[in-house]
């Protein structure tokens, strides 16, 4: 089955700076790639997805990335505020069967 | 627009028993993921229900077992609960129309087994 590692595991950054966090699956038929935002107590909340047919997406100030052939894909936070602190969990999916990161905790310090 | 809910938030069960979580999708969906989130980790699939069959499952024992009704709500039963049961389960709903992958989660049931 689809393996997703994601790292780092854990990422603090000052206000203002760019975060990245980076994400490899092993299963080529995965075609839909979403990141999920998990703030304390609360449910995964998508902030962002792309398909295997397009290499970026952007939506203000989050964009991600995908690379097909080297089974990569990256989430990449600009201007980060200290409401961007939470746990994100990157995931692979085919049509009907989604597998998660084991998450970064981001830590936005003012 | 009703998002996903589940019943019940909490539940505090003993080694053994058995336990019923209930998932109802966003309005409009007729699909349900089913995923089970320990401590610290990312949520594992456990199964996908799509007209009232299990299309998919992760990889977890049969005492992990799954129902959808026609109205596309949807139980998660575990029998012979372990202690290494406890754990946040959520379920997600997504439509299968126009293979649209998005999958929205519900608040979770947390799950503690003694």
């Known amino acids: 089955g689809e393996n997703v590692e994601q790292h780092p595991s854990t990422l603090s950054v000052q206000e203002g700076d760019s975060a990245v966090i980076k994400c490899t699956y092993s299963d080529s038929a995965s075609n839909y790639f979403p990141w999920y935002k998990q703030e304390l107590g609360k449910r995964p909340q998508l902030i962002i997805d792309?398909?295997?047919?397009?290499g970026e997406k952007k939506d203000q100030r989050i964009a991600v990335t995908l690379n097909k052939t080297a089974k990569h894909f990256s989430l990449h936070i600009t201007e980060t505020q200290p409401e961007d602190s939470a746990v994100y969990f990157c995931?692979?999916?085919?049509?009907?069967?989604?597998?998660f990161g084991a998450g970064t905790r981001l830590t936005v310090k003012p | 627009d009703a998002g996903v809910t589940q019943s019940p938030t909490h539940l505090i069960k003993t080694r053994g028993q058995q336990v019923t979580l209930r998932c109802s999708p966003k309005?409009?969906?007729?699909?349900v993921s089913w995923y089970q989130q320990a401590l610290g980790q990312g949520p594992q699939f456990i199964f996908q229900y799509y007209e009232e069959e299990e299309r998919q499952r992760g990889n977890f024992p049969d005492r992990f077992s799954g129902h959808q009704f026609p109205n596309y709500s949807s139980e998660l039963n575990v029998n012979a609960l372990l202690l290494g049961d406890s754990a946040l389960y959520l379920c997600?709903?997504?439509?299968?129309?126009?293979?649209?992958?998005?999958?929205?989660f519900g608040p979770g049931t947390r799950l503690t087994v003694t």
């Open positions: 309005s409009g969906h007729d699909t």
């Open positions: 997600a709903s997504s439509l299968v129309e126009g293979f649209s992958y998005e999958q929205y």
């Open positions: 995931a692979a999916s085919t049509y009907n069967d989604m597998r």
């Open positions: 792309i398909r295997s047919n397009v």
